[in-house]
């Protein structure tokens, strides 16, 4: 365990407590007060209500869209539904920046609706909910429908039987076995949008921000840092509390788990109402989820001969110091180091936290979740204010963007990996260790084989969530190295056809890279693996 900590510490928690120590001291003396004066203002109200409300409402949002989605998955066997699996999953991967730039072209100015019936939806808060809705479908899909597949049915068949009525049955049978897992991923899908930074700052314009939004404001526009300081202090604290609910009622879902029957349920629907809920999720896939993408690809092909593609081999230093398809390679290889770093040490942190128990135990394994809800913009400016002094002086070395990335994915990696190390016997690592085994051959020949496949998965995972990132790396990305999200959100901010062209182009090529990465991930996807 001592290396995870130690990463931790030094790349999580000594940048964050730097950013904070810097806004909020002052002559080495703690301002404190600054607390209260940051919380009087009205605009800054407006963004704690602002980001509260929207989280809360994207979630009801969310869980209304795609519980029906999750009954389908899990009782319903049709032909593609592999396929459509790993459809509804790509959104989840996708980086916020092309999310935001794929409903930019569905609702914006020249958008598909603009060009329709005249109706524009950017800047409102209606393309922000749906683009939460669009980004965490899978989430409810996944982490529900992994539990409802589990459930027994003949335990409501036989509620039915005694004389409830199909709905009695449900609330009073499924319903209370499946409220953990509604629960768990309400709770996923609010940290999510609580934290939501590139697809407000996309779609949202100058009307609506979130407190990460307002963080990047703060810290690269005004330089206001002792504001950014309170903001983060407030976001800390807030996904803390989060993170603790969600960690309860993962417990609970794991209790649930080990009473129901574990066979597998799913079957041809059956009668015209089945197949009526069938066809309604398959419309709101495609409307919801495949409409987005498919614009993104159509508006970056509006130029004849591939033109925007073509663009993207030109130098332009108006923006970047080398020609934007350079962030394809660099994105590349800054992914491939980062899902190194993610793997050796969330495989370590997981390992660790199978073969141990207790509290503190338990405050490691929520300390991994907190990268995914702290802010990345803090996290990502407080390398730089860091990571620049001897013996960890960074600042002008390429590893800090895979540093940050694989931040993100080490909760990805101790997810993934954390049910298979539980499921594996302990007797057998036991076994070997008597006969002789060293430490590292019981992990070579009892734990890896049996984790290997898990631990692919949780590669792909840590390659596309690092692929993604934005919120740090938008901070530590060198002008001649830009990352693919990077380069498309400068496109996006530079007035003119051509560069909304070419981050359309970027957009969809980092969209496919994604894609291809979780299609691989899905061939080795077994059900032993971990769901979100």
Not at 404 to 410: D, F, I, M, R, Y
Request: glycine content about 8%.
């Amino acid at each position: 365990m001592a290396l995870p900590v130690a990463f931790f510490g030094v790349f999580f928690a000594y940048p964050v407590a730097a950013i904070v120590a810097r806004g909020l001291k002052v002559d080495g003396v703690w301002q404190l007060g600054r607390i209260w004066d940051v919380l009087a203002q009205s605009d800054i109200r407006h963004v704690l209500w602002f980001t509260t409300w929207q989280a809360l409402a994207s979630t009801a949002l969310t869980l209304l869209i795609a519980l029906p989605g999750a009954y389908v998955f899990a009782r319903f066997d049709f032909r593609g539904k592999q396929v459509l699996r790993a459809v509804v999953t790509v959104p989840f991967v996708l980086p916020t920046v092309v999310v935001g730039t794929a409903f930019l072209a569905l609702v914006g100015r020249g958008g598909l609706l603009d060009e329709l019936w005249g109706v524009r939806l950017d800047t409102t808060v209606w393309a922000i909910l749906l683009a939460h809705v669009f980004f965490n479908y899978a989430v409810v899909v996944r982490t529900v429908g992994g539990l409802w597949s589990q459930l027994d049915p003949r335990q409501e068949e036989a509620a039915r039987m005694l004389g409830a009525s199909r709905l009695a049955a449900w609330r009073k049978v499924t319903l209370p076995a499946l409220s953990p897992a509604v629960a768990a991923a309400a709770l996923m899908v609010f940290l999510f949008t609580f934290t939501s930074f590139g697809v407000v700052q996309i779609l949202g314009g100058p009307t609506f921000s979130t407190l990460e939004v307002e963080i990047y404001r703060q810290t690269s526009e005004i330089f206001d840092l002792s504001t950014a300081a309170v903001l983060t202090i407030i976001q800390f604290v807030a996904v803390g509390a989060i993170l603790a609910v969600h960690a309860w009622t993962v417990r609970r879902r794991e209790t649930a788990l080990r009473l129901v029957a574990p066979e597998t349920t799913a079957r041809r629907p059956r009668g015209a109402g089945q197949w009526a809920l069938l066809a309604g999720v398959l419309a709101t896939i495609a409307v919801l989820l495949v409409l987005p993408l498919a614009v993104l690809v159509q508006r970056s092909l509006d130029a004849p001969d591939f033109g925007y593609y073509r663009a993207l081999t030109t130098d332009d230093s108006g923006i970047f110091l080398v020609a934007p398809i350079e962030a394809i390679g660099n994105s590349l290889e800054y992914a491939l180091a980062a899902t190194a770093i993610a793997v050796l040490i969330g495989g370590l942190a997981a390992a660790a936290l199978t073969r141990r128990a207790g509290r503190l135990v338990r405050g490691f394994d929520a300390l991994l979740m907190l990268p995914l809800g702290v802010s990345a913009v803090t996290v990502g400016f407080g390398f730089l204010i860091a990571l620049d002094e001897p013996p960890l002086n960074l600042r002008s070395s390429w590893i800090l963007v895979p540093l940050a990335q694989a931040l993100v994915g080490v909760p990805f990696v101790v997810r993934t990996m954390l049910p298979v190390l539980r499921a594996v016997d302990g007797r057998l690592r036991e076994a070997a260790a008597v006969l002789g085994a060293s430490p590292w051959r019981v992990w070579r020949e009892v734990d890896l084989p049996m984790v290997r496949r898990a631990l692919l998965v949780a590669a792909g995972f840590a390659f596309a969530v690092s692929l993604g990132e934005f919120g740090a790396t938008v901070f530590i990305a060198r002008p001649d190295n830009p990352t693919l999200p990077v380069a498309v959100a400068r496109l996006l901010g530079r007035a003119g056809d051509l560069n909304y062209g070419q981050a359309m182009a970027l957009s969809t090529i980092l969209m496919v890279v994604c894609a291809v990465a979780l299609l691989l991930l899905e061939r080795v996807r077994t059900d032993r693996t971990g769901e979100f």
